[in-house]
């Protein structure tokens, strides 16, 4: 195991270096002297080592100065990504000038190029902490008519750790008490992998759960976990969550009003034999409605063919970032956002609160979705 993480570590700050070797010499060529120095070049070498250390960094601690250390890095990575691209249009477009006889200036192709990547990473920052409610009215065969009318709140991947910790899962709790859901569902990934402290976390929950609270939801928070979750060891961060208020779906059925809500963990999802056999115990009632809680839209034809009426799922980010949010959809298809349907299955993917990595959205947003059931 330690091995294999070795030549993973290996390969990822292989691949960093290369891209930022090479935007150095991008930036020395268009730029002249003043951007080849040896003060330059050693910038760039610690901007490669920077995301790989304070990853191993964030692993085993949550000081200010780490989280800092890491927020900063993870933005460079993002903002290096759009640099790439501008570095790579900008020898092709240094190309096609010649080709032509225009013979632009070099430096005023980075010039115009670089800055409108700066432009972008930073409308990406931004964007990415402007938390949205998405609401969306569904219909379902079977719905109790109890639950006509009524909201469901969806929150995923908040991904809480160094970039989004104490200060934004407030935040979140604040916007879902003024939304009032009758139920919040969490579909999981709610923290990010690395270090943190878990109480001070959870704390938030605590609000939107206790019966005496103006906040409390009336039909309680629900958690599944998702493959973020997988980095801990469950008593790391279970423990707190649960004694927020939160409960756990742990590969089960619950009826909340006549309303049938199941969750299933990822990695219990993972294999598909395991997958349709949860679902089989589950015992799902075809006759009647019922909201499934997966972190991923992944094995979309065994919830099918199980019965179940409506998945809610994350997980994909939407690809986050352009030109990532273009690979997301070819991977994912029609099932990358938003409302969907496989079957007689709907599934609802949101794009998520938080983020993941770079602290970017470019063509995704942060959001919170509102379900009313109609």
Do not use: C
Request: aromatic letters at 14%; a positive charge.
């Amino acid at each position: 195991m330690r091995s294999r993480l070795i030549v993973f570590i290996t390969i990822i700050q292989s691949i960093l270096f290369l891209g930022h070797w090479f935007l150095y010499s991008t930036w020395a060529s268009f730029w002249g002297p003043r951007f080849s120095s040896t003060t330059v070049k050693v910038v760039f070498v610690i901007l490669s080592l920077s995301f790989v250390l304070a990853s191993l960094r964030a692993w085993y601690s949550h000081h200010f100065l780490v989280r800092l250390f890491y927020t900063a890095s993870a933005f460079w990575l993002g903002l290096a990504s759009y640099f790439m691209w501008a570095a790579v249009l900008g020898w092709i477009v240094l190309g096609l000038s010649k080709l032509t006889g225009l013979n632009w200036r070099p430096q005023y192709i980075a010039d115009v190029l670089f800055s409108a990547a700066l432009l972008t990473g930073v409308y990406g920052l931004v964007n990415a902490f402007w938390l949205r409610v998405t609401r969306v009215s569904l219909a379902l065969p079977g719905l109790p008519e109890s639950w006509r009318g009524r909201t469901a709140a969806l929150v995923s991947d908040t991904h809480l750790g160094h970039v989004r910790n104490g200060r934004f899962i407030r935040r979140v709790a604040k916007r879902l008490a003024e939304l009032k859901p009758d139920v919040v569902f969490i579909a999981g990934d709610l923290y990010d992998g690395t270090s943190g402290d878990f109480a001070r976390l959870a704390e938030p929950w605590k609000e939107l759960t206790a019966r005496r609270s103006q906040a409390a939801v009336p039909h309680g928070v629900f958690y599944i976990a998702g493959n973020h979750e997988e980095f801990y060891g469950d008593a790391e961060y279970l423990g707190p969550l649960l004694r927020a208020g939160v409960r756990e779906l742990n590969n089960e059925k619950i009826e909340v009003e006549g309303l049938q809500v199941m969750g299933v963990h990822y990695r219990d999802a993972a294999h598909p034999e395991d997958y349709a056999e949860i679902l089989r115990r589950a015992g799902i009632d075809r006759a009647r409605a019922s909201v499934l809680l997966l972190h991923a839209p992944i094995h979309l034809e065994i919830a099918d063919a199980a019965g179940v009426s409506l998945q809610l799922s994350g997980h994909t980010h939407g690809g986050q970032f352009f030109p990532y949010t273009w690979i997301a959809g070819r991977v994912w298809g029609k099932f990358l956002h938003g409302l969907q349907q496989s079957g007689n299955l709907r599934i609802y993917i949101t794009y998520g609160a938080g983020t993941w990595g770079p602290p970017l959205r470019v063509g995704t947003r942060p959001e919170i979705v509102l379900i009313r059931f109609e």
